[in-house]
């Protein structure tokens, strides 16, 4: 008994390897010539006792056996290296036939095909080749199942992980919800705090600084802010006048009778309570923009207001807007005066769409029937305006019942940019 080429394969070579067991040589050999041909790679053994010792030793695409050998029968060898080597494809070659043999061969060994002495060369290679095929599937097929189970477990592994992240997450926004709902609360509470005691200090102050918040709210209820602006604007509103609280009451009565008779040193107190306003409320909301605007809530479009004296699209936005709310609320003046007032201050104390803005919300004039007040950059071709546009020197720009086109929209915003229309633009509503 010997064993022929038992070396394994050249390195990087992808040529099957197969076992050949037959206990007589001249077989083996013609065999293993065969096979070779082909290009296979033949490791050819007389005994399958040896073989199975090869077997546990490394691995074969097919093996194919001679049924009659003295030391076992073919069949009950190929059914020993399934054990071994169970992906491997078995072949059985036999001059006999018989039925018990084949029910045993399929039953016991899983013999892929059987191979009739004396074979036809065509008919071994093509079984052979399809031998090679069917390990080749096999193998792969375990592989991927092997992989599918690995990502399978590693995939149960992720959404438990999955599910625990999603779980502390939901944990952390329920936190979150209810710290927002107890900032939230706190923050009311807060404002709420201030706004009493704005209204312990002095009533007319308290009672100001809710008629003010009243018509701020009006105006951060159009589509003229960002939400950032709004939230400004609404805070600022509340908090604008905490730094009167340092100011003597007799110096605030002063102020709003006979601002005249205050002296250097008192205006300038006055004059910087902005300052002292943007340092309380900072205590109640710490938002950089609402301490900005209520920094800027007395300045002057024209740069000659107070604490900083900045002017036109330096002032904030919400700070221009409020700076009208303020003086309307705390002017004194009728309602029509008080109105009379703002259009008088237009384009020089306030912005000029700020005061449109304020005029447009208020609901405290009567407009003639069908006729709606708007801001420049509502205008649209085929208005017509129902009052006349003039320059801040009386000069008439745009007639009364004059139809808007494109051109004079662009001219109306070009003179705009350059001087500040300050009146009411007023138009007749379609339909």
Not at 114 to 119: E, I
Not at 150 to 178: F, G, P
Not at 385 to 413: C, D, M, T
Request: with cysteine.
């Amino acid at each position: 008994m010997s064993v022929s080429d038992i070396s394994p394969p050249p390195t990087g070579s992808t040529s099957p390897t197969l076992l050949i067991v037959d206990d007589e040589p001249v077989v083996l050999t013609a065999l293993k010539f065969t096979l070779e041909r082909e290009g296979f790679h033949v490791v050819a053994c007389s005994s399958p006792l040896k073989a199975l010792a090869l077997l546990e030793e490394r691995d074969f695409s097919v093996i194919i056996s001679d049924q009659r050998m003295p030391e076992m029968l073919g069949l009950d060898f190929l059914i020993e290296s399934r054990r071994i080597r169970p992906q491997s494809s078995r072949i059985l070659i036999t001059a006999v036939l018989a039925l018990p043999t084949i029910v045993d061969a399929i039953n016991k060994g899983e013999i892929f095909r059987f191979v009739a002495k004396p074979w036809l060369r065509e008919e071994l290679v093509a079984t052979v080749r399809n031998a090679v095929q069917r390990h080749d599937l096999v193998t792969r097929n375990d592989a991927l199942q092997k992989e599918t189970l690995e990502l399978n477990a590693r995939l149960r592994e992720a959404n438990a992980a999955l599910e625990a992240k999603v779980h502390d997450l939901e944990q952390q926004r329920q936190r979150l919800d209810a710290a927002n709902r107890e900032l939230a609360a706190n923050h009311e509470n807060s404002i709420e705090l201030c706004r009493r005691i704005l209204t312990a200090y002095d009533p007319i102050l308290g009672g100001q600084t809710k008629t003010l918040v009243e018509f701020t709210a009006q105006m951060a209820a159009t589509d003229h802010f960002t939400d950032d602006e709004r939230h400004a604007l609404r805070s600022a509103a509340w908090l604008c006048d905490l730094g009167l609280i340092g100011v003597p009451r007799e110096m605030l009565r002063a102020f709003r009778g006979k601002p005249d008779h205050l002296t250097e040193r008192e205006r300038t107190m006055l004059h910087n309570h902005p300052i002292y306003s943007q340092t309380l409320a900072a205590l109640v909301d710490n938002r950089t923009d609402v301490g900005e605007v209520i920094r800027a809530h007395h300045e002057r479009y024209d740069g000659h207001g107070y604490p900083d004296g900045i002017s036109g699209l330096a002032i904030p936005w919400p700070a221009r807007c409020l700076a009208v709310a303020v003086d309307f609320v705390e002017s004194g003046l009728s309602k029509g005066a008080a109105i009379d007032a703002l259009l008088a201050k237009s384009g020089t104390a306030f912005d000029p769409e700020a005061v449109r803005l304020f005029l447009k919300i208020s609901n405290l004039v009567q407009l003639p029937r069908q006729v709606r007040e708007i801001m420049i950059h509502e205008l649209e071709p085929g208005m017509v305006l129902a009052n006349g546009i003039y320059s801040p020197h009386g000069l008439l720009l745009i007639g009364e019942g004059q139809a808007l086109s494109p051109g004079i929209i662009s001219k109306i915003r070009s003179h705009n940019q350059v001087t500040p229309i300050n009146q009411r633009l007023l138009v007749y509503a379609k339909g």
